[in-house]
């Protein structure tokens, strides 16, 4: 079935560094690719996404890039700070099927 | 706007119970969802609905039912909980399509003795 790899599971870096989370996608329809930032005892919250006509966007500190013929996409996030520690998730969907599927998140540390 | 609202935010149930967790939402959307969220598994989904009186299945819908009588109600019920449905709850919704920014709720934490 359709799956979304995510890679690394938890991630630590100095105040200041910068981090990247890859994602891998298996179907070559999946045509959105959002990316959901995650609190502690809160709900996920979307900070960036892309589509698939697009290879890359930045929003101020955070961009993501998307490569559509190895099917994976990353999120990066430069000048890192302490309130960027969360859980990262990415996730991918197609239309028509009104599924997204999520990977299994990435526990990003920013130590000061 | 309050969003999406999610009612209990902590329930203890016994092998056996049922349940009904509340999802309501302000926004319009025409599209709600429900989530499982474990450990090391991410969000995995349960059902979703494309509108009023429109539900389907998502990867992991048994031992749960849904409705959708109105665009801003979609409660997922657990019709006899067992220890594996020990997970956090999460609804979501968006404009018309999972193509579109989803909009996620608190989350309600449920255990299953």
């Known amino acids: 079935g359709e799956n979304v790899e995510q890679h690394p599971s938890t991630l630590s870096v100095q105040e200041g560094d910068s981090a990247v989370i890859k994602c891998t996608y298996s179907d070559s329809a999946s045509n959105y690719f959002p990316w959901y930032k995650q609190e502690l005892g809160k709900g996920p919250q979307l900070i960036i996404d892309i589509r698939s006509n697009v290879g890359e966007k930045k929003d101020q500190r955070i961009a993501v890039t998307l490569n559509k013929t190895a099917k994976h996409f990353s999120l990066h996030i430069t000048e890192t700070q302490p309130e960027d520690s969360a859980v990262y998730f990415c996730a991918a969907s197609t239309s028509g099927t009104y599924k997204y599927i999520f990977g299994t998140g990435t526990r990003l540390k920013v130590l000061a | 706007n309050a969003g999406v609202t999610q009612t209990p935010k902590f329930q203890v149930l016994k092998t056996g119970q049922s349940m009904t967790l509340q999802c309501a939402q302000d926004?319009?959307?025409?599209?709600m969802s429900w989530y499982r969220q474990d450990p090391g598994m991410g969000l995995r989904l349960i059902h979703y609905s494309v509108g009023a009186g429109i539900t389907d299945q998502g990867e992991v819908p048994n031992g749960y039912n849904v409705s959708r009588s109105t665009t801003e109600d979609f409660p997922l019920r657990l019709l006899s909980a067992a220890p594996s449905q020990t997970s956090v709850y999460f609804c979501?919704?968006?404009?018309?399509?999972?193509?579109?920014?989803?909009?996620f709720g608190p989350g309600t934490r449920l255990t299953v003795t």
């Open positions: 926004m319009n959307h025409e599209y």
């Open positions: 979501a919704s968006s404009k018309d399509s999972p193509s579109y920014e989803q909009y």
